[in-house]
């Protein structure tokens, strides 16, 4: 009877409960972070909204939210059914091949669960806060649309990378790759759309940035302004519904598209909006809330999983002298950068485009020129792995018998490129690959493709992302593409997102006067130390050393430097110092020894750098800095060879377009 009476009571209060939230219905519902500084203020009354505070200060006004469907907008007329709440729930995430080998994350939760079978989860952390919807249909659904309105109670300035394509065409099909604008929400380009993430500088230091989780079987988020409001809105693309092939690389292309952005079952997460909240800089480049948010690891076992660094043919365009042969896609030269890779340790080669005939679409065949067997079996015999240049949609539409075959052959993995765009169809073909290629044992490095959204967290054989102005672009970019502000705006955005395969390490390097775009023998903007920076800068599991093999034979002591620069087994990682926009100076940590990288923009610049970072004892530092006449020849640097500990200070001057980059071993 006792047990009677107390489940009686029991239900009673959990009846109270579920009243009580439907009686508060109508009055907003408040989520804290665990540290108490941000808030989020969610809107239950007629249309579905959200407001978010920073230490009281507003952020985000009333934000209206919801998925319109066929029939209806879920979002409208809202009912609430249920609160639940989760608070102070901790989770330890196990991160490889990431900035660090795990991490952990604390958030409280609130799980408002509507009428008309669907709901919206909140996340509250002390890095930012986090929403997704949820439905609970039994019959598949249409989205025609989510609604996604970021209203800004001020004017702020936002740091925005827009679509490259021109109006009046289809700007959702582009490589996601462009240097970023700012310009105040008001000011923002009405004509245009910008791709995720992007960053929103709400003053004093603190800051904002868009970006997404979990992006699967669904179109990816772009923003656009009105030019009128303090308002941003999301848009998508629109569902693919025909698709053409087109030379010269025998690319599916988006010819029509439908009035709907996804086809979906009835029951589902949809992907996390994140907005990434920091106080200062420096904070922005080690956030980890799109990889925590991302679904956990689907393919077990990581051991397999080869990372590291590799000798490129493409950027330097097969460009290697001083051999008797002809250089080219042909097995002496690819030989040649097998030997060079061996030679100085480097893990990897790739064979880009070229090793099958593009035109035809056939990546089974390989070209008559190559013997691709034998490539394999002489990388292996120097502890060289091979790499595999494909095109997506050639890999999906050949993808089990491709992965079987080269897998078997003894292939480490493939570079997919030219995706382009981020609708539902593209998305569900870059799970499709990822599972694909996990199956078999194959890494994949993912060119032109969208930024990074967590898929490298629940498949971990992705081991880097493009979706990034990187170096590629200066084969063909003029001097107004500001480069060097890019590299110091890059680091703080993109990389919350995800690691970035920018393709660093040219040793023709040239001042903002100097600079040309030759194609066929690329040159960087800026120093050879702001090159050498950027292997400790990027969070990048696999690096490519851009130029070519006789170069860097010629430049051996900055060849064995890059070389040195751990790019696996990070165990920690820390932004010194710097300012968006400006500078940056990165550390990281491997075993008992770090390695920081700084870059400037154009602007000459002299910093202090503080060893305060080290544990006792005493370590000698290589630092390369830029030389007394890097201003003027940009490949001018100085090594040098010094002790110090963590009470050490030292002054280091960047040149413009400069940098510095430094190993620090424990003695």
């Known amino acids: 009877m006792k047990h009677i009476v107390l489940y009686f009571i029991f239900g009673l209060l959990g009846c109270v409960c579920c009243l009580s939230s439907a009686w508060a219905a109508d009055r907003p519902l408040v989520l804290k972070s665990p540290g108490g500084n941000l808030e989020v203020e969610i809107i239950t009354e007629g249309q579905l909204a959200y407001a978010l505070k920073h230490k009281g200060k507003i952020l985000l006004d009333k934000s209206p939210i919801g998925l319109v469907l066929e029939d209806r907008t879920l979002g409208e007329n809202v009912k609430v059914r249920r609160v639940n709440r989760r608070s102070m729930v901790k989770e330890d995430i196990v991160s490889p091949h990431y900035r660090f080998p795990s991490f952990a994350v604390t958030y409280n939760e609130l799980d408002l669960k509507l009428r008309d079978n669907y709901g919206v989860v909140f996340r509250a952390y002390d890095e930012g806060i986090a929403y997704r919807f949820y439905t609970s249909a039994k019959s598949p659904l249409v989205i025609k649309d989510e609604v996604v309105r970021m209203n800004f109670p001020q004017d702020y300035e936002t740091y925005m990378a827009y679509s490259t394509v021109k109006p009046g065409k289809d700007q959702y099909v582009m490589a996601f790759q462009n240097i970023y604008t700012k310009a105040t929400v008001k000011g923002v380009n009405t004509k245009n759309i910008a791709f995720l993430p992007v960053t929103v500088d709400c003053g004093e230091g603190l800051k904002m940035t868009l970006l997404e989780s979990d992006l699967e079987n669904y179109p990816g988020m772009f923003v656009k302004g009105d030019g009128k409001s303090c308002s941003l809105q999301g848009t998508f693309a629109k569902y693919p519904s025909e698709m053409k092939s087109f030379p010269p690389r025998a690319m599916k292309r988006v010819v029509g598209r439908t009035d709907y952005i996804a086809k979906t079952e009835g029951t589902r997460n949809y992907p996390w909006r994140i907005w990434a909240v920091t106080e200062q800089d420096i904070e922005m480049p080690v956030n980890n809330l799109v990889y925590a948010l991302a679904s956990p690891n689907r393919i077990g076992d990581c051991s397999w999983i080869k990372t590291g660094k590799v000798a490129w ?18 097995m002496e030269t690819y030989k040649y950068y097998i030997d060079f890779a061996a030679d100085n340790r480097i893990e990897f080669v790739v064979l880009d485009e070229g090793w099958y005939n593009p035109g035809k679409g056939d990546m089974l065949t390989v070209v008559p020129e190559l013997d691709l067997e034998e490539l394999v079996r002489y990388g292996k015999s120097k502890g060289v792995d091979l790499i595999l240049w494909t095109v997506f949609n050639v890999l999906d539409d050949q993808l089990e018998e491709a992965c079987k075959k080269y897998s078997e052959m003894g292939i480490s993995g493939f570079k997919v490129d030219f995706l382009d765009r981020d609708d539902q169809t593209a998305v569900e073909m870059a799970y499709r690959i990822a599972e694909m290629t996990a199956k078999y044992k194959l890494t994949l490095d993912l060119h032109g493709f969208y930024k990074p959204t967590g898929m490298n967290r629940t498949y971990p054989n992705i081991i880097n992302f493009e979706a990034v102005f990187g170096m590629e672009e200066m084969k063909w970019s003029k001097i107004e593409k500001d480069m060097m502000e890019y590299d110091v705006i890059m680091p703080y955005i993109r990389m919350m997102a995800g690691p970035v395969d920018y393709t660093p390490g040219a040793m023709r390097n040239a001042t903002k006067k100097d600079f040309k775009d030759i194609y066929y023998n690329p040159m960087s903007q800026g120093t050879r130390c702001h090159q050498l920076a950027a292997y400790i800068v990027h969070d990048s599991p696999l690096t ?29 990682t820390r932004v010194l110092q710097g300012k968006l926009g400006e500078s940056i100076v990165m550390a990281r940590k491997v075993d008992s020894n770090w390695y920081v990288g ?28 830029d030389g007394v006449n890097a201003n003027k020849q940009a490949e001018d640097y100085k090594k040098e060879t010094f002790k110090v500990t963590s009470a050490s200070m030292r002054k280091i001057n960047m040149a413009s377009g400069g940098g510095f980059a430094m190993a620090i071993v424990k003695k």
């Open 313 to 330: 043919d493409w950027w330097n365009d097969w460009g290697i002298y001083n051999v008797d042969f002809k250089a080219g896609i042909n």
């Open 544 to 572: 490519m050393l851009a130029d070519n093999p006789t170069i860097y034979k010629e430049e051996q002591e900055c060849t064995d430097f890059i070389v040195s620069i751990p790019n696996k087994n990070i165990e920690e």
């Open 598 to 625: 700084g870059m400037t923009d154009w602007n000459q610049r002299e910093i202090t750098l503080d060893f305060g970072f080290l544990s006792e004892g005493t370590y000698e530092v290589t630092l390369f800095s």
